[in-house]
């Protein structure tokens, strides 16, 4: 198990990985910070990539992610996070429209609760998922982080 710590414009952010992929990323600031493992240990050449990757989506160049990732979740979890990661930056959906996208329009109390044990923010981007109404909804970093992260994305949203 590997760890680092990122600079971000917006924060700190936590990111870990294994040999299979990146297991979790989280601002520090929000309300799910990660705790490094005691036999994690810091590897920045494991996370080259991801640094590159996060260096470009922050200054605007970059719009979708290319890394492997290895987050652990039940099945139901997994098939929303891959829905997820099909949401283009810039555009926001809602809970409703994530349930129909997995074929199951009732579970959407259950996909809004897979949405938000997501382990991989921004990566699988989670923030893109707001209220029907256009407004913002729950975030592990906090509205005003998603705000901003969709703001810098050019999303429509209501703050």
């Not at 050449?45 to 991801?50: E, H, Q, T």
């Not at 259950?110 to 256009?134: D, E, F, Q, S």
């Amino acid at each position: 198990m590997y760890h680092i710590f990122y600079q971000s414009p917006f924060g700190e952010i936590a990111i870990t990985a294994n040999e299979q992929g990146l297991t979790a990323l989280a601002f520090q600031q929000g309300a799910a910070p990660i705790t490094v493992s005691d036999n994690s240990r810091e590897n920045n050449d494991a996370f080259s990539d991801v640094i590159a990757q996060l260096d470009e989506y922050f200054a605007g160049a970059r719009n979708t992610f290319n890394l492997k990732l290895a987050p652990t979740g039940t099945a139901f979890q997994k098939q929303v996070w891959q829905a997820l990661t099909e949401i283009p930056q810039g555009q926001t959906v809602s809970y409703g429209w994530l349930a129909k996208k997995i074929k199951n329009e009732k579970a959407v109390r259950a996909v809004g609760t897979a949405n938000g044990a997501n382990p991989i923010a921004l990566i699988i981007p989670c923030h893109r998922v707001i209220g029907a109404n256009k407004k913002l909804t729950g975030y592990a970093g906090g509205l005003a982080l998603k705000a901003k992260l969709l703001m810098h994305e050019q999303a429509d949203f209501k703050p």
